[in-house]
């Protein structure tokens, strides 16, 4: 049985755990492989406690949980306007555990998203992926996100990593 539930203090070394292997497995080829390596769940968690403990406003952060252990993680909110108020939502991160891929969490959690972003009352979601990380892009686009034309690119440790936007409608 698969839950959803809001994440808590207690969940940070799991999630850490899932982003960390989630970046591990989902970016090899697509960013620099030391970066990849370097990356650190202690760390993650670290940063990511600090963060919870400060509040997080109005971003949600949910896990996925089977079997009493996280499998996913999914953090949502307001999308970012350069000028004015957020005027609809974006999923700021998603990540499962490379083992549990295809399983139902990444569904469960974006209905989960889409149910919060509709209990908002917002218009849209937006998120961003790697261009060249095609199961990412599949699954966003088999929940109905669209690519919407906007495109930037990160540098990781001097290498271009270019990201694409979509948008899925929900009204």
Not at 50 to 74: D, I, P, S, T, Y
Not at 138 to 161: A, C, K, M, N, W
């Amino acid at each position: 049985m698969l839950l959803i539930r809001e994440m808590t203090l207690d969940d940070v070394d799991a999630v850490a755990e899932v982003r960390v292997r989630g970046w591990q497995t989902a970016y090899t080829g697509l960013m620099p492989q030391p970066y990849l390596d370097s990356m650190s769940v202690t760390e993650d968690a670290k940063q990511r406690r600090a963060f919870l403990e400060r509040g997080a406003g109005a971003m949600a952060n949910w896990v996925a949980e089977r079997a009493g252990k996280v499998a996913g993680w999914a953090c949502f909110g307001p999308h970012p306007e350069p000028e004015g108020p957020p005027r609809g939502g974006e999923l700021y991160a998603m990540y499962v555990l490379p083992e549990q891929q295809s399983t139902g969490v990444g569904t469960a959690l974006m209905d989960k998203v889409v149910s919060e972003a509709h209990r908002r009352g917002l218009p849209w979601v937006r998120l961003w992926v790697l261009q060249g990380n095609a199961p990412a892009r599949r699954f966003y686009e088999q929940s109905g996100f669209r690519l919407d034309g906007h495109e930037e690119s990160s540098d990781i440790d001097g290498t271009p990593v270019p990201e694409v936007r979509y948008e899925l409608p929900l009204t």
